[in-house]
T-cell receptor, first 111, second 115 residues
Framework: DAGITQSPRHKVTETGTPVTLRCHQT?????MYWYRQDPGHGLRLIHY???????DKGEVSDGYSVSRSKTEDFLLTLESATSSQTSVYFC??????????FGSGTQLSVL | KQEVTQIPAALSVPEGENLVLNCSFT??????LQWFRQDPGKGLTSLLL?????REQTSGRLNASLDKSSGRSTLYIAASQPGDSATYLC??????????????FGKGTLLTVNP
């Protein structure tokens, strides 16, 4: 299995608080992605990175920011969490093979 | 905008049956297509990746085909087993730069293989 670790695995937070999710890889892959998965919507891309300090928006980026200061770490920050951001968040990575490898996910509940 | 559709949304079959899962996409200008498996509460696992220049890929009991011109892919599972029960998703990657290069996912087919 690809070396991808997401933390935390579960988090409960209150509306209006900032939240940071971390994705750590040991594969030295160039591309990293953050997706959210919701019933009825499937997987939707939030942000992605194509290198250190190189990031771009996905289709549902409002309310989220990302940072990638090292190849191995990609952080997703919810600036001020809202109930609509309750979801399962997945980090994924890809390299030269083009295959996408996913982490185990973070279940986030915003109350 | 690329749209990916998977039909049926759910499928239940008896063990040992051969089955086909379908994936269709609206824009044939794709770079590649991937099939994934997702078990409950888990992340996605890549099963097969087909480049736009290829017609099919095989891995064990799985065979994926791609007809880019008609915007269709199928995942064939031979001799299904209860352990194959999972949600299967397909995803296409566009060509060109910017947003075209990202994956678009279908919503998946929930497969149940009954012993």
């Amino acid at each position: 299995d690809a070396g991808i670790t997401q933390s935390p695995r579960h988090k409960v937070t209150e509306t209006g608080t900032p939240v940071t999710l971390r994705c750590h890889q040991t594969e030295n892959h160039r591309y990293m992605y953050w997706y959210r998965q919701d019933p009825g919507h499937g997987l939707r891309l939030i942000h992605y990175s194509y290198g250190v300090k190189d990031t771009d928006k996905g289709e549902v980026s409002d309310g989220y920011s990302v940072s990638r200061s090292k190849t191995e770490d990609f952080l997703l920050t919810l600036e001020s969490a809202t109930s609509s951001q309750t979801s399962v968040y997945f980090c994924a990575i890809s390299g030269t093979s083009e295959k996408l490898f996913f982490g185990s996910g973070t279940q986030l509940s915003v109350l | 905008k690329q749209e990916v559709t998977q039909i049926p949304a759910a499928l239940s079959v008896p063990e040992g049956e051969n089955l086909v899962l379908n994936c269709s996409f609206t824009d044939s200008a794709i770079y590649n297509l991937q099939w994934f498996r997702q078990d409950p509460g888990k992340g996605l696992t890549s099963l097969l990746l087909i480049q736009s220049s290829q017609r099919e890929q095989t891995s064990g009991r799985l065979n994926a085909s791609l007809d880019k011109s008609s915007g269709r892919s199928t995942l064939y599972i031979a001799a299904s087993q209860p352990g194959d029960s999972a949600t299967y998703l397909c995803a296409v990657r566009g060509i060109g730069g910017g947003s075209n290069y990202k994956l678009t996912f279908g919503k998946g087919t929930l497969l149940t293989v009954n012993p």
